[in-house]
């Protein structure tokens, strides 16, 4: 029988580590947010050291010992105290085996290796050129390579990468369902882009000038109005947007500013409030164990999306926004709602993912996972990218990115090491789908969504989505909350409705 002390003294030990990630975090959202350039190399050294103690207090004799008590305890009778206690024992398990097959050294090179690429990233995005960051990724992916073969992936040395975000995901089945959802993606999204040519005048060029201080205004009022807690949390600036969760209490937005489109920063201020949504909605009293941490990318990223998309470019929602918009930016007024909401909701091939229409979006997916996947099946050099980018992107799109920082540069990922992130933003859309029309079929929900209330909507989600922590794996969650495994149905269908009708 599983006893009291052992599983207490495991969730202590747990936590302990959890302490030295969250000073981790901090210390990466202060690089990417205030911290002046020239403290670059120190701070790298600074995470490099809190990742090594992590990494060796993660791994220790004691919290083997613990964990291997743990199960002993555990019989089938009891089946430990709930099954809380029986996943957290399983999941720290698993992610104690992955761990061990890491040398510390290697661990802490990574932790440098990202933080300086990140900065490089920075400068070489605002420079357009790769060339000068090319060096930092030959070295991140030098070591993804390296740690992908110490975990070993199940098919090929990118599943153990994909695994990191997604747990049990393996690039036969991504490439088995981007094959398949791929015809219909691309014919929706040529013929939203037909529609809108002929339908919906380009919005930017009507938006006019937008301070950026009365774009925080907005962004705040509607953040806090679909349910983010400010008292536990805030928005800064950055060069591409994203949230951190520290733990209870601390969750940070971030955005970016375009005076010329306030939309491009609420609608990423209304993505990351998806993010900050579920850190702000996982169960507090579990915090640093499984049970109190994301389940998966693909579920995180189908929160941002679902507020984003399913709720931030709705008319209902505009019906409530759009008056305030034309509050703080009074020549608005030369728009009616349904001019604005055909540009909210405009179809166009783009170059830049983060401001893409749904509709378009999946293409922008299916290139970066498929430049990754030869990138660690030894087809693709990283010197190669931007001109196999390019070439992907115009068969893609028809389009060739006029320089590398709106092409193979725009995205953040690579220079924090993230290889195998980018499938889950299309399991996100299909999971976004998928509960937003499971949520929709409650009545209450439904009726307040329909008045720009969205309470209900966001306790559904916390009582199917967020409480359940990591306890579920992304499959189990999906079928408990929506009856059914991710599937891609209930997103087509969103996509047609939207933009084809």
């Given amino acids: 029988m599983l006893t009291t002390s052992t599983y207490d003294q495991l969730c202590t030990a747990a936590r302990e580590v959890s302490l030295l990630h969250g000073a981790s975090a901090v210390l990466g959202w202060d690089q990417e947010t205030y911290m002046p350039p020239k403290g670059v190399e120190h701070r790298s050294r600074i995470l490099a050291q809190l990742s090594g103690q992590a990494h060796e207090q993660f791994t220790s004799r004691r919290f ?11 019989d089938d009778q009891a089946a430990a105290r709930t099954s809380i206690v029986k996943a957290n024992i399983e999941q720290l ?31 070489a995005r605002a420079a357009s050129d790769f060339a000068s960051f090319a060096p ?31 747990r049990d995901a393996t690039a036969q089945d991504i490439d088995k369902l981007f094959t398949a959802l791929r015809p219909s993606v691309a014919k929706i999204a040529k013929d939203a882009v037909a529609r809108s040519a002929a339908e919906a005048p380009p919005l930017k060029a009507m938006l006019g000038n937008c301070p950026v201080e009365k774009q925080q205004i907005l962004n705040r009022e509607v953040a806090e109005a679909v349910g983010f807690d400010f008292d536990a949390g805030r928005i800064d600036t950055t060069s591409h947007p994203f949230c951190s969760g520290f733990g209870p209490g601390d969750v940070r937005l971030t955005t970016r500013y375009d005076e010329r489109d306030f939309l491009s920063s609420l609608f990423g201020v209304l993505h990351e409030t998806g993010h900050g949504l579920y850190d702000q909605g996982l169960p507090e009293g579990e915090w640093g164990l499984p049970s109190g941490s994301a389940v998966s990318l693909g579920i995180h990223e189908s929160q941002s999306r679902l507020w984003e998309n399913h709720v931030g470019r709705s008319r209902t929602f505009w019906e409530r926004w759009f ?7 009074p020549h608005l007024k030369k728009l009616t709602l349904d001019q604005f909401l055909l540009g909210v909701n405009r179809a166009e091939y783009s170059f830049i993912r983060v401001e893409s229409d749904e509709a378009t979006y999946d293409l922008h997916i299916m290139l970066r996972f498929s430049l990754e996947r030869q990138l660690f099946s030894g087809k693709l ?41 980018f499938p889950t933003y299309t399991l996100g859309n299909l999971n976004a789908a998928q509960l937003f029309a499971a949520a929709m079929k409650q009545r209450a929900i439904k009726n307040a969504t329909t008045k720009a209330e969205y309470a209900p909507l966001l306790k559904w989600l916390r009582d199917n989505v967020h409480a359940a922590g990591s306890c579920l794996s992304p499959a189990e969650l999906m079928e408990h909350a929506t009856g059914k495994t991710t599937e891609s149905g209930p997103y087509l269908k969103h996509l047609k409705a939207r933009f084809v009708g």
């Fill in 136 to 166: 930092h990724l030959e070295r991140l992916v030098g070591l993804a390579q390296e740690m992908a073969a110490r975990w070993g992936g199940k098919n090929e040395p990118y599943d153990a990468l994909l695994d990191q975000h997604e």
């Fill in 323 to 329: 008056p305030r918009a034309v509050s703080l930016f």
């Fill in 64 to 74: 083997r010992n613990l964990l291997e008590k743990a199960e002993d305890e555990v």
């Fill in 381 to 421: 050099k990283v010197s190669d990218i931007p001109d196999a980018w390019n070439a992907e992107f115009e068969s893609s799109f028809g389009l060739t990115p006029p320089n590398d920082a709106h092409g193979c540069l725009q995205d953040i990922h690579w220079s924090m090491g993230g290889f195998g992130y």
């Fill in 93 to 123: 398990r698993r992610e104690l085996d992955r761990a061990l097959k890491l040398p510390k050294k290697l661990v802490e090179q990574n932790s440098q290796a990202i933080s300086l690429g990140q900065a490089a990233w920075a400068k």
